[in-house]
């Protein structure tokens, strides 16, 4: 009898040993970690997963807190009212300037241990570095980089109609022709105000050139709107509108995509996120489509670098926000991900040849000294939020109001993208 009860008590006390280590499990911190993002697509889902397998590989699972939308406008407002009412992810996709606007209020953790022990500053290009640094902190950890001047066509089409990928404008009209006569619809197109942004930026860098465009979008001088090239972008943007047809339609961009996957349009002008997604589909680069600068961009490129940033909050996560920074920009992860993404690694010393034809031009054009590297405003990397948003509307309006008028659309965006107050 004794016995059993000795028995008994040593299973109880096994027991609740057992349950200790289960409940002191739990809490360690760092084994689940809440991620925001809004990688939803085919493509942005795979890369993902991709990041949680190998968070796993390091002990860290993955919970995943995905808000649809493109161009992130759902996440962002998420992401804002789940600080707000002080249940921030530990991790999420904040990128360009909203990163430093949260960084001013504290609500980033600075990576500086991380970036010093995995030697961010000898691996990551310098433009990426910068990018993430401020005020001498180190504030997220890279992810990819994603060109957006980028054209995609698709080569069946261009090769039945015997069309070359258009370099200029000029070839660009002779292909939209070409292909409206085949009753091809020549260019992919969505209303949705990101998606026209995202056209416009590159179509601007395109007319303007690296330097003005850096005086329109980074140094923000207001008069500068008021050039002539601003108005040939703002007219150019309107004809490629037009090639869509008259009704404004707000789709998805992954739905321009799968026509050019479809082969019911020739040509897409989007960030090589579009490029993941085709790839995605099990199209491939070298046989069903090609990627060219937008034109009048060669040599130039506009970038949208995705970060995470690691929250602060009461739940005190550092040690395990610190080995994500360190799995997610380590040379592994960079390449598994990046290649699923779309864009390129953050990171110079990897391997440029084991990436697609696409993201090789990407790779080369970003890494070559001479070339002309420019942040993305549709993309958050040159300005806040509210004006980005404002520019995108601005856009919007011009293009869906019959009357839109360019000159006064010019007026509205030197008012909207003014010099930061600090630096007047
Ligand atoms: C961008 C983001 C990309 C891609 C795209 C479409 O803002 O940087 O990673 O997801 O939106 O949603």
Redesign the pocket.
């Known amino acids: 009898m004794k016995a059993s009860i000795r028995a008994w008590g040593s299973l109880v006390f096994g027991f609740s040993l057992a349950l200790t280590a289960i409940a002191v499990m739990a809490q360690t911190p760092g084994t689940s970690v809440d991620v925001l993002h809004?990688?939803t697509?085919s493509s942005?889902r795979r890369a993902a997963d991709q990041l949680a397998s190998q968070l796993a590989l390091a002990g860290v699972q993955w919970k995943d807190a995905a808000i649809p939308?493109?161009?992130?406008m759902a996440a962002v407002k998420v992401l804002k009212s789940r600080v707000l009412m002080g249940d921030p992810p530990d991790v999420a996709?904040l990128?360009g300037t909203t990163l430093t606007d949260w960084a001013d209020i504290k609500l980033v953790l600075p990576l500086n241990g991380v970036a010093q022990r995995q030697r961010w500053q000898s691996v990551l290009f310098p433009t990426v570095l910068d990018l993430v640094t401020y005020k001498g902190d180190v504030i997220a950890a890279p992810l990819?980089i994603?060109r957006i001047n980028t054209l995609l066509y698709n080569r069946r089409l261009f090769a039945h109609i015997g069309l070359a990928p258009p370099r200029t404008w000029a070839q660009f009209e002779v292909a939209a022709q070409k292909l409206q006569q085949a009753g091809i619809r020549p260019l992919a197109w969505s209303d949705e105000p990101?998606q026209i942004a995202t056209v416009f930026e590159t179509v601007l860098l395109g007319e303007a050139g690296p330097t003005l465009y850096q005086d329109l979008i980074v140094r923000r001088h207001s008069a500068a709107w008021l050039d002539p090239r601003v108005e040939r972008a703002l007219q150019r943007l309107r004809w490629l509108r037009n090639l869509a047809g008259e009704n404004p339609q707000e789709r998805v961009?992954t739905e321009g995509a799968r026509e050019l996957m479809n082969d019911t349009t020739g040509m897409m002008i989007m960030?090589d996120?579009a490029k993941g997604e085709l790839m995605a589909w099990g199209a491939n680069p070298a046989r069903d489509f090609g990627c060219i600068e937008v034109p009048g961009t060669s040599g130039m490129h506009l970038y949208?670098i995705?970060t995470f940033a690691m929250l602060v909050s009461p739940r005190q996560r550092e040690a395990v926000q610190e080995k994500i920074a360190e799995v997610v920009v380590g040379p592994v992860a960079q390449i598994a991900y990046n290649r699923i993404?779309g864009?390129v690694p953050v990171r110079r010393d990897i391997d440029p040849s084991v990436l697609d034809s696409c993201a090789r031009q990407s790779w080369d054009t970003f890494s070559n000294p001479a070339s002309a590297r420019v942040p993305s405003l549709a993309?958050?990397m040159a300005a806040d939020e509210n004006i980005k948003d404002a520019v995108a509307q601005a856009l919007w309006r011009y293009l869906t109001d019959p009357k839109g008028d360019t000159l006064e659309t010019q007026r509205r965006l030197a008012t909207i993208i003014r010099t930061p107050v600090m630096e007047r």
């Open positions: 809004w990688w697509s942005e939308g493109g161009g992130g996709q990128i990819g994603h990101w961009w960030g996120w949208s995705d993404k864009s993309h958050r």
